[in-house]
T-cell receptor
Framework: GENVEQHPSTLSVQEGDSAVIKCTYS??????FPWYKQELGKRPQLIID?????GEKKDQRIAVTLNKTAKHFSLHITETQPEDSAVYFC????????????FGTGTRLQVTL | DAGITQSPRHKVTETGTPVTLRCHQT?????MYWYRQDPGHGLRLIHY???????DKGEVSDGYSVSRSKTEDFLLTLESATSSQTSVYFC????????????????FGPGTRLLVL
């Protein structure tokens, strides 16, 4: 089955700096890669996703890049703000009928003033 | 929040007792999923459903069963709860979009915090 590794497990940046979180996956059949943000005590919320037919996708201050050859994808947050502080999870799945997401173990991002 | 509710939101139970968690959606989506979330493990898929009465196992299905008798409800049952099943349980849904694809996008419910003593 799929295995997703996520690094780093914790990340502290100053407000206004950029943050990068990296994930690798093992199953070459995976072609859908979402990122979720989870605030303390809340549900995971989808913030951005990418499919294997594109290499990069942006949405305002967040972007995701995908390298299918190397089997890794990354989340980039620019101009970080205190409200970006949360746990971020990457995930991967082949597309098809039901999607069975395999998640990374999460990155706790702390944005300090 | 995608019309998903979970009940109960919190539960404390004793080892050996049966527990049923309910996920209810108002979106009429085809696919429903149960995950558990534990520190250091992220979210792990327990079971999923691709239609009424159609279910299958996920990564960590041992000790759990599911049922889906209606499109809107997906039940997760712990037949005999153990302390290792203390966790936060999340339900998720995704939409069938036929040939257009996109059914892989999942939206999560608010979660159920379960403590097994």
């Amino acid at each position: 089955g799929e295995n997703v590794e996520q690094h780093p497990s914790t990340l502290s940046v100053q407000e206004g700096d950029s943050a990068v979180i990296k994930c690798t996956y093992s199953d070459s059949a995976s072609n859908y890669f979402p990122w979720y943000k989870q605030e303390l005590g809340k549900r995971p919320q989808l913030i951005i996703d990418i499919r294997s037919n594109v290499g990069e996708k942006k949405d305002q201050r967040i972007a995701v890049t995908l390298n299918k050859t190397a089997k890794h994808f990354s989340l980039h947050i620019t101009e970080t703000q205190p409200e970006d502080s949360a746990v971020y999870f990457c995930a991967a799945t082949p597309t098809g009928t039901a999607s069975k997401l395999t998640f990374g173990t999460g990155t706790r991002l702390q944005v300090t003033l | 929040d995608a019309g998903i509710t979970q009940s109960p939101r919190h539960k404390v139970t004793e080892t050996g007792t049966p527990v049923t968690l309910r996920c209810h959606q108002t979106e009429n989506h085809r696919y429903m999923y149960w995950y558990r979330q534990d520190p250091g493990h992220g979210l792990r898929l327990i079971h999923y459903s691709y239609g009424v009465k159609d279910t299958d196992k996920g990564e960590v299905s041992d000790g759990y069963s599911v049922s889906r008798s209606k499109t809107e409800d997906f039940l997760l049952t712990l037949e005999s709860a153990t302390s290792s099943q203390t966790s936060v349980y999340f339900c998720a849904i995704s939409e069938s979009k036929g040939l257009a694809g996109g059914q892989e996008t999942q939206y999560f419910g608010p979660g159920t915090r379960l403590l097994v003593l």
